[in-house]
């Protein structure tokens, strides 16, 4: 058992990743004044437009470019591990060292330690073809067979990205004592507004921390494009700590003696029958 205290910054990134960074750093200083372990950012915390296009390509880097090696250096000055997202460069690209070399950019949380190291990355796996937007246009889809998850001060955390959440097969697969095993799942995002997208959002997070019996973290980015909603969900599936709409930082202690209370009233994950396996196309390749 153990507890973990979690820091969450909801904002909204621009276009340009130097700002972004000093907006981390802010964050992370602020996390760590009020005792957090973690700091959680929104998708695309390193480069954000409103419209997905080939700026987004440009503007990716490798994991070792000045972005990544920004946030090490902020989780040794703070003492505070992050999960970030950020776009990330294709092998393509880093091929021939130039990002117009490729079209495509990676999706990708990275976790960092407090020591600076590089615990667990993350490269998005379902990408948002929905409500109009097409993200394959511009993003190679990761692998399905990830399987992210990290430990801190005991805590094992499990991590996926935003239209993720619509596929319970994700937060079941983390979750699972044969498969990830997480005591809470983190979900950094962009949820686009638009009718009802509020409902969805905290209705999804809730359903995964219900079904699943485990803490469920969702950290949106603010308007004008993201909705915020930034929340900390327990195990039964009530919210300790929630957010507007407005940038800020909320924080919550995580705390696996919870879980494992709600767990001997609601033994969902020990009765199942079913287990989640990767979905095959014709000719025995996984679906991508």
Not at 106 to 116: C, E, F, H, I, Q
Not at 161 to 189: I, K, M, N, Q, W
Not at 219 to 241: C, E, K, L
Request: proline content about 6%; overall charge negative.
């Amino acid at each position: 058992m153990g507890t973990l205290t979690i820091a969450a910054a909801q904002f909204a990134p621009v276009d340009d990743p130097a700002a972004n960074l000093e907006t981390v750093r802010t964050a992370a200083a602020e996390a760590a004044a009020r005792g957090a372990d973690l700091l959680v950012t929104p998708e695309y915390t390193s480069y954000f437009t409103a419209d997905i296009d080939d700026r987004f390509v440009a503007a990716a880097q490798p994991l070792d470019g000045p972005f990544v090696t920004g946030l090490q250096a902020i989780a040794r000055e703070t003492g505070v591990a992050l999960v970030v997202g950020i776009a990330e460069t294709t092998e393509a690209a880093e091929a021939t060292e130039a990002t117009d070399a490729a079209d495509r950019f990676r999706n990708t949380l990275v976790a960092v330690l407090p020591s600076g190291e590089l615990a667990a990355t993350y490269r998005k796996v379902h990408l948002y073809d929905a409500f109009g937007s097409r993200e394959s246009d511009h993003i190679e889809s990761g692998d399905p067979e990830q399987l992210p998850v990290f430990e801190l001060a005991g805590v094992r955390i499990g991590l996926e990205t935003c239209y993720d959440l619509r596929f319970p097969e994700v937060t079941r697969r983390l979750a699972a004592p044969e498969h990830g095993a997480s005591d809470v799942v983190v979900l950094p995002a962009e949820w686009v507004r638009g009718p009802g997208k509020e409902h969805h959002w905290r209705t999804l997070l809730t359903a995964r921390a219900i079904e699943n019996t485990v803490w469920v973290v969702g950290v949106g980015q603010t308007p004008p494009i993201g909705i915020g909603g930034s929340v900390v969900i327990d195990p039964s599936g009530v919210a300790v700590v929630s957010a507007g709409a407005t940038p800020g930082l909320l924080t919550a202690t995580i705390d696996t003696a919870v879980t494992d209370a709600v767990r001997q009233v609601n033994p969902s994950l020990s009765l199942r029958r079913y287990d989640v396996a990767l979905r095959h196309r014709p000719g025995g390749t996984a679906h991508r």
